[in-house]
């Protein structure tokens, strides 16, 4: 089960820079830079972190509606996706292996992320083809469960969709909201360290590593993982 932004793309800065053109679209003078979008990172959902932000700062004419919100939030996704559409970010390395290696193997495979499914999209389109969708067996996105990661809705969902115990499924997760979320699930942790997230703590992962590539065939064999 797949995570996606971070893990299976580094897709962060493509989302900050679609947040920040939203913001100059409609006036809002605010500006994301890399560590503040660090810090707001740590709010799953981008409506959501719209919000937060919102309401951290003391002038109170930027309270936004949920209906601005929204909006904004529509203009950013389709900005994210013109950006992802330019090519411009490819899958991180050994991700599209692993799927071949994974479906070659005849495991099955799933998406579970609190992005929405127009961004999963945008991404996967572009690097897998118009009819990447064959290749998942189950997608999870954050517009599907009423709680976002680290809470485990999606995890339960995906699990129970694919009918297996927890146990037997393998989460691939570049945070430790994704790590929470799917070990609460019930589900081992694979962690491929991301930019954004890389020096989180990952305390309980099945195994912690700076990329897809560098995994033994012993790993998928190996009863704690």
């Known amino acids: 089960m797949f995570d996606v932004d971070g893990t299976m793309a ?6 900050r ?13 605010w500006h994301w830079d890399a560590a503040t979008y660090g810090r707001l990172l740590r709010i799953a959902g981008g409506r959501e972190r719209i919000r937060h932000f919102c309401k951290s700062l003391p002038e109170d004419r930027f309270d936004l509606t949920d209906s601005r919100i929204n909006e904004l939030h529509r203009f950013k996704t389709r900005r994210y996706g013109e950006l992802i559409d330019g090519g411009a970010c490819g899958l991180r390395p050994g991700v599209t292996d692993l799927i ?9 495979l799933g998406i579970v992320t609190t992005t929405s499914r127009g961004n999963i999209d945008a991404l996967l389109s572009r690097n897998l083809g118009p009819d990447w969708k064959r290749n998942f067996e189950v997608i999870v996105s954050g517009d599907d469960v009423p709680n976002k990661k680290p809470e485990p809705d999606a995890y339960q969902a995906a699990i129970h969709a694919l009918g297996l115990p927890a146990a037997l499924c393998l989460a691939i997760e570049d945070s430790r909201n994704g790590l929470l979320a799917a070990a609460s699930a019930g589900a081992p942790v694979l962690i491929t360290r991301s930019l954004y997230f890389r020096d989180e703590d990952f305390t309980g992962a099945a195994k912690v590593t700076d990329d897809l590539t560098d995994l033994s065939d012993d790993f998928w064999c190996d009863t704690d993982a």
Do not use: I, M, S, V
């Not at 820079?17 to 003078?29: C, M, T, V």
């Not at 071949?100 to 099955?108: E, I, S, T």
């Open 10 to 15: 580094e897709t962060e800065e493509f989302h």
């Open 100 to 108: 071949h290696r994974a479906r070659k193997g005849q495991l099955r």
């Open 17 to 29: 820079h679609a947040f920040n053109e939203a913001f100059n679209h409609f006036d809002l003078p």
